[in-house]
Structures are given as structure tokens and as C-alpha cells.
């Protein structure tokens, strides 16, 4: 039997996931299985697979359009899933959500040529997501325990918009989501 969040989280993806994620190829649920299984195939913790699958559930709990950051709309997805997902899970599980998109203007900091690797509408959000950090956030952000595991989902994140990947299924990943909870 799985736990009555699992249990949520499976039918957030099942009624929501379809939508299409943000201007790329993908939908949610394929971008979130994607990430998910290279955090997998990368020997991640399961609270990183967890991270890694949930990441954009923030995204899934509101009524924004999917090109809301077309239009220059930050959803601010990433607390919202924060606050979704910290009453139930380890910290290792949710601070890389909360995280994630800070990574991104860390790694434009601090990886040179990574700003280059982002898609157009990875970009287009950037510039209303702060930025590229400066010197004082860089070293801030370095503060916090789990930001290298937020850098690692970061990359994943960046890759899984990939139309032509097979995932396996979400059910794949049940164990690693019951593991990390507190
Ligand atoms: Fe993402």
C-alpha cells in the first residue's frame, strides 16, 4: 500500500502531467521521468530520484499557462513546490526542489559556457529569475548543505526535454519516493 502522498502525488501526475512543460517538446510527466531516471542511472540517492521526479510538482499545483514564463511570468513553481512537498518528505528530498531553479543562475556563474548549453525558454526565464548570481550569491548559495545535489538535478533537469527518450513508467520510482519520506 502506498502512502496517501504517494498516493496524491500519482494522480497530480496522472490529471496534470500532460500538459506540455514550459515551451519545449516534452509534457510534464515525461520531463519529470526523464530527469528522474538519469538521477537513477547516476547512482543518485533516493532522495535525489525523488528530487529529480518532483522538482516541477509546483508547476503541477497551479492554473498558470504552460507558456506562462513566455510572458514573463515567474510562477515562482519551485516554492510552491517546496511547500508542497516539505511537510512529507526529508530535507535531502525537497531542498533540491526548492533549489533548483537558483542553481541555474549559479551554474551561468560559475560553469563558463553553461548559459550557451540552456534552451531558449530555459533562458527567456532566467533573466526573471534573478539572473545570473553575483559573487555574494554565489558564496551564499554554496552555504547550503544540499546545493551540490540541486547543481546535479539542475543538469538533469536541463537534459530531459528530449522527445525522442523512453522512460519507464512512474510506478518505477514509487520506492524511492516512499523511501525519503520523513
Ligand atoms: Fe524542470
Redesign the pocket.
Known amino acids: 500500500m502506498n502512502s496517501p502522498i504517494t498516493t496524491e502525488i500519482l494522480n497530480l501526475f496522472e490529471k496534470n502531467g500532460g500538459s506540455m ?1 514550459g515551451g519545449e517538446a516534452v509534457t510534464q510527466l515525461e ?2 521521468l526523464q ?1 528522474a531516471e538519469m538521477a537513477r542511472q547516476n547512482n543518485a540517492s533516493d532522495e535525489l530520484i525523488t528530487a529529480s521526479l518532483l ?2 510538482i509546483g508547476h503541477l499545483l497551479h492554473d498558470l499557462p504552460d507558456d506562462a514564463s513566455d510572458n514573463g511570468i515567474d510562477d515562482m513553481h519551485e516554492l510552491l513546490g517546496n511547500k508542497y512537498l516539505q511537510n512529507h518528505f526529508k530535507l535531502a528530498a525537497v531542498e533540491p526542489v526548492k533549489l ?1 531553479v537558483e542553481a541555474k543562475r549559479y551554474l551561468c556563474a560559475v560553469d563558463n559556457g553553461y548559459y550557451e548549453t540552456l534552451s531558449e525558454p530555459s533562458k527567456i526565464s532566467l533573466s526573471f529569475q534573478g539572473g545570473i548570481m553575483n559573487n555574494d550569491e554565489v558564496q551564499n548559495f554554496e552555504k547550503n548543505e544540499f546545493y551540490k545535489e540541486a547543481v546535479a538535478l539542475r543538469k538533469w ?1 536541463d537534459l ?1 526535454k528530449d522527445p525522442n527518450l523512453m522512460s519507464p513508467t512512474i510506478n518505477t520510482f514509487i520506492e524511492a519516493i516512499e523511501n525519503s519520506l520523513k
Open positions: 512543460y520531463h519529470a530527469c522538482h516541477d533548483h533537469d530531459a
